[in-house]
């Protein structure tokens, strides 16, 4: 009876305390420890807005910046051959056809002993042989160095020649017709890549690819320099001159003889156009030579410094 009094009694506070005091109550008769409320976050503040920093304008005066240096034609491994590199040595067309040999007179001229070798018709197989000035050399007119390489004048009424000499090969461009002799009954195309002979070539072949590569990066970059430094309105020439070099060394190399395995023609075309571009830029390549190896001191002393010589001959970029 005790404890349904006490139950009523307590029903009778909870009825009139509110909530908070019942809840207090059953805390003191069971024992029950209250719970902790839920921690409340702290609300976000943004921090302050930093304070823009003085303007520098009013501290002290802007520096221009310095425009950027122009690009510089680069020499590299281009050189203008001589004569030398040509005379007294047997060429031939493509490497494989007719004879070309150029010789000094006792006056110091030049004279060109050239044989083509034709066919009879277009069509024909039968083929023919075309001496010029009856074998017995023909002379050449120099014509200077208008594109970097010694340029000489063959002057044949029925067949003008042209000849560039470059490094062990000259090339010849004939007129832009076949070339017709009538006394012969032949017809020839002179024009192309007048050089050694294949087996010539062949110990050789690491040297003509290592030509060529380097000869394609100095082409590369000179093309750029002068194509920047031409007017929007001659930019144009220049760059359709460009996109026809890599036809038109594909079209002068793929009759030479053994070219997939020598690259020598590919090697001496290109190094002609970057003796062009070169030239077009305005470098002196007349005496130019390949890039200068560094010399080997000796090992005993490592911090003695290069003769003066390889000093003055480095390039600013080494």
Same mark, same amino acid.
Request: net charge positive.
């Given at each position: 009876?005790?404890?349904?009094?006490?139950?009523?009694?307590?029903?009778?506070?909870?009825?009139?305390?509110?909530?908070?005091?019942?809840?207090?109550?059953?805390?003191?008769?069971?024992?029950?420890?209250?719970?902790?409320?839920?921690?409340?976050?702290?609300?976000?503040?943004?921090?302050? &807005?930093?304070?823009?920093?003085?303007?520098?304008?009013?501290?002290?005066?802007?520096?221009?910046?310095?425009?950027?240096?122009?690009?510089?034609?680069?020499? /590299?491994?281009?050189?203008? &051959?001589?004569?030398?590199?040509?005379?007294?040595?047997?060429?031939? $067309?493509? /490497?494989?056809?007719?004879?070309?040999?150029?010789?000094?007179?006792?006056?110091?001229?030049?004279?060109?002993?050239?044989?083509?070798?034709?066919?009879?018709?277009?069509?024909?197989?039968?083929?023919?042989?075309?001496? !010029?000035?009856?074998?017995?050399?023909?002379?050449?007119?120099?014509? /200077?160095?208008?594109?970097?390489?010694?340029?000489?004048?063959?002057?044949?009424?029925?067949?003008?020649?042209?000849?560039?000499?470059?490094?062990?090969?000259?090339?010849?461009? /004939?007129?832009?017709?076949?070339?017709? !002799?009538?006394?012969?009954?032949?017809?020839?195309?002179?024009?192309?890549?007048?050089?050694?002979? &294949?087996?010539?070539?062949?110990?050789?072949?690491?040297?003509?690819?290592?030509?060529?590569?380097?000869?394609?990066?100095?082409?590369?970059?000179?093309?750029?320099?002068?194509?920047?430094?031409?007017?929007?309105?001659?930019?144009? &020439?220049?760059?359709?001159?460009?996109?026809?070099?890599?036809?038109?060394?594909?079209?002068?190399?793929?009759?030479?003889?053994?070219?997939?395995?020598?690259?020598?023609?590919?090697?001496?075309?290109?190094?002609?156009?970057?003796?062009?571009?070169?030239?077009?830029?305005?470098?002196?390549?007349?005496?130019?030579?390949?890039?200068?190896?560094?010399?080997?001191?000796?090992?005993?002393?490592?911090?003695?410094?290069?003769?003066?010589?390889?000093?003055?001959?480095? $390039?600013?970029?080494?």
């Amino acid at each position: 009876m005790r404890r349904i009094s006490l139950a009523l009694s307590v029903a009778a506070l909870t009825a009139t305390a509110g909530g908070a005091q019942a809840q207090n109550i059953f805390e003191l008769l069971f024992g029950i420890r209250p719970a902790r409320p839920p921690e409340q976050q702290p609300a976000y503040r943004r921090p302050p &807005p930093e304070a823009p920093p003085p303007d520098a304008s009013y501290d002290e005066p802007r520096r221009a910046t310095a425009p950027a240096a122009p690009a510089m034609p680069r020499v /590299g491994s281009v050189k203008a &051959p001589s004569e030398d590199s040509v005379i007294g040595r047997d060429l031939k $067309q493509n /490497g494989s056809n007719g004879s070309l040999r150029i010789e000094r007179t006792a006056r110091g001229d030049l004279r060109v002993k050239l044989t083509l070798v034709g066919r009879r018709a277009p069509q024909s197989v039968e083929t023919c042989s075309i001496p !010029f000035a009856a074998g017995e050399g023909a002379p050449l007119v120099a014509q /200077g160095r208008p594109e970097g390489a010694l340029r000489y004048q063959l002057q044949d009424p029925t067949c003008p020649l042209q000849l560039e000499f470059l490094d062990e090969a000259v090339m010849v461009k /004939g007129p832009a017709e076949t070339c017709t !002799f009538q006394s012969v009954s032949c017809q020839a195309d002179p024009s192309g890549m007048w050089g050694p002979e &294949p087996a010539q070539l062949l110990p050789k072949v690491r040297d003509y690819e290592a030509m060529r590569a380097a000869a394609d990066r100095i082409v590369r970059d000179n093309y750029k320099v002068l194509a920047s430094r031409a007017r929007p309105e001659n930019a144009r &020439p220049i760059i359709a001159e460009q996109a026809a070099f890599s036809s038109d060394r594909e079209m002068m190399c793929r009759s030479y003889a053994r070219e997939g395995t020598t690259s020598f023609c590919n090697a001496k075309f290109t190094e002609a156009r970057a003796l062009s571009l070169a030239t077009r830029l305005g470098v002196n390549v007349s005496t130019a030579s390949a890039e200068p190896r560094v010399r080997r001191r000796p090992t005993n002393d490592p911090y003695s410094l290069p003769p003066s010589d390889e000093l003055m001959q480095r $390039q600013p970029e080494d």
